[in-house]
Protein backbone atom coordinates (compact mmCIF):
# COMPACT_ATOMS: atom_id res chain seq x y z
CA UNK A 1 0.00 0.00 0.00
CA UNK A 2 1.36 3.33 -0.91
CA UNK A 3 1.69 6.76 0.78
CA UNK A 4 1.95 9.92 -0.24
CA UNK A 5 5.42 10.77 -0.52
CA UNK A 6 5.25 14.51 -1.17
CA UNK A 7 2.90 14.74 2.44
CA UNK A 8 5.85 12.75 4.16
CA UNK A 9 8.60 14.93 2.71
CA UNK A 10 6.27 17.78 3.98
CA UNK A 11 6.10 16.24 7.48
CA UNK A 12 9.73 15.45 7.72
CA UNK A 13 10.74 19.02 6.96
CA UNK A 14 7.99 20.35 9.12
CA UNK A 15 9.37 18.31 12.16
CA UNK A 16 12.94 18.87 11.64
CA UNK A 17 12.38 22.46 12.68
CA UNK A 18 10.98 21.76 16.52
CA UNK A 19 12.67 21.33 19.05
CA UNK A 20 12.22 17.98 20.05
CA UNK A 21 13.30 14.65 18.04
CA UNK A 22 11.20 12.42 16.61
CA UNK A 23 11.46 8.98 14.72
CA UNK A 24 9.56 7.48 12.13
CA UNK A 25 7.88 4.11 10.99
CA UNK A 26 6.60 1.68 8.89
CA UNK A 27 2.82 1.48 10.33
CA UNK A 28 -0.46 1.13 8.18
CA UNK A 29 0.31 0.07 5.39
CA UNK A 30 2.17 3.78 5.46
CA UNK A 31 4.31 5.70 7.93
CA UNK A 32 3.85 7.46 11.21
CA UNK A 33 6.10 10.18 13.40
CA UNK A 34 7.03 9.00 16.85
CA UNK A 35 7.77 11.71 19.63
CA UNK A 36 9.59 9.04 22.33
CA UNK A 37 7.77 5.71 20.44
CA UNK A 38 4.51 7.16 21.09
CA UNK A 39 2.88 8.00 17.57
CA UNK A 40 1.70 11.59 16.56
CA UNK A 41 0.77 11.81 12.71
CA UNK A 42 0.61 9.47 10.26
CA UNK A 43 0.26 8.65 6.49
CA UNK A 44 -1.99 6.19 4.98
CA UNK A 45 -2.55 6.47 1.31
CA UNK A 46 -3.45 10.51 1.05
CA UNK A 47 -5.04 10.86 4.38
CA UNK A 48 -3.31 12.21 7.34
CA UNK A 49 -3.71 9.89 10.38
CA UNK A 50 -3.49 12.55 13.54
CA UNK A 51 -3.77 10.98 17.72
CA UNK A 52 -5.94 13.50 19.22
CA UNK A 53 -6.42 13.51 23.22
CA UNK A 54 -10.04 11.88 24.11
CA UNK A 55 -11.03 15.48 25.23
CA UNK A 56 -11.01 17.32 21.88
CA UNK A 57 -12.41 14.13 19.84
CA UNK A 58 -15.27 15.57 19.25
CA UNK A 59 -14.21 18.97 18.56
CA UNK A 60 -11.65 17.91 16.08
CA UNK A 61 -14.57 15.50 14.48
CA UNK A 62 -16.44 18.73 13.47
CA UNK A 63 -13.97 19.77 11.37
CA UNK A 64 -14.10 20.13 7.60
CA UNK A 65 -12.38 17.07 6.18
CA UNK A 66 -11.93 15.29 9.32
CA UNK A 67 -13.23 11.35 9.84
CA UNK A 68 -13.13 8.77 12.42
CA UNK A 69 -9.71 6.70 11.41
CA UNK A 70 -11.84 3.42 10.50
CA UNK A 71 -8.92 1.19 9.62
CA UNK A 72 -9.81 -1.87 11.28
CA UNK A 73 -13.76 -1.31 10.16
CA UNK A 74 -14.62 0.13 13.45
CA UNK A 75 -13.14 3.59 14.41
CA UNK A 76 -9.93 3.46 16.67
CA UNK A 77 -9.61 5.58 19.63
CA UNK A 78 -8.33 8.92 19.77
CA UNK A 79 -7.59 8.68 15.92
CA UNK A 80 -8.35 10.63 12.67
CA UNK A 81 -8.24 10.76 9.13
CA UNK A 82 -7.78 13.91 7.58
CA UNK A 83 -8.37 14.42 4.03
CA UNK A 84 -5.79 15.75 1.65
CA UNK A 85 -8.09 19.22 1.88
CA UNK A 86 -7.53 19.43 5.08
CA UNK A 87 -3.61 20.12 5.07
CA UNK A 88 -3.06 21.67 2.48
CA UNK A 89 -1.24 24.70 3.71
CA UNK A 90 1.41 24.32 6.00
CA UNK A 91 -0.36 25.96 8.71
CA UNK A 92 -2.88 23.46 8.66
CA UNK A 93 -0.02 20.66 8.87
CA UNK A 94 1.38 22.84 11.46
CA UNK A 95 -1.80 22.25 13.34
CA UNK A 96 -2.20 18.52 12.63
CA UNK A 97 1.39 17.75 13.78
CA UNK A 98 1.12 19.81 17.03
CA UNK A 99 -1.82 18.12 18.06
CA UNK A 100 -0.67 14.41 17.82
CA UNK A 101 2.85 16.18 20.00
CA UNK A 102 0.22 17.24 22.23
CA UNK A 103 -1.29 13.36 22.14
CA UNK A 104 2.11 11.89 22.82
CA UNK A 105 3.02 14.03 25.76
CA UNK A 106 0.09 13.47 27.77
CA UNK A 107 0.48 9.76 27.30
CA UNK A 108 4.08 10.56 28.19
CA UNK A 109 3.16 11.96 31.50
CA UNK A 110 0.44 9.35 32.36
CA UNK A 111 3.49 6.48 32.74
Not at 44 to 50: I, Q, R, T, Y
Not at 53 to 61: C, F, G, Q, R, Y
Not at 81 to 110: D, I, N, S
Request: proline share 4%; glycine share 6%; aromatic share 12%.
Amino acid sequence: MAHNQELTHRLELLIANLPEQFTWKKMFGGVSFLFEGKMTVGIVKEDLVVRVIADKMDEVLQKKYVRPMDFTGKPMKEFVFVAPEGYRTEEQLQYWVELGWEHAKTKLQKK
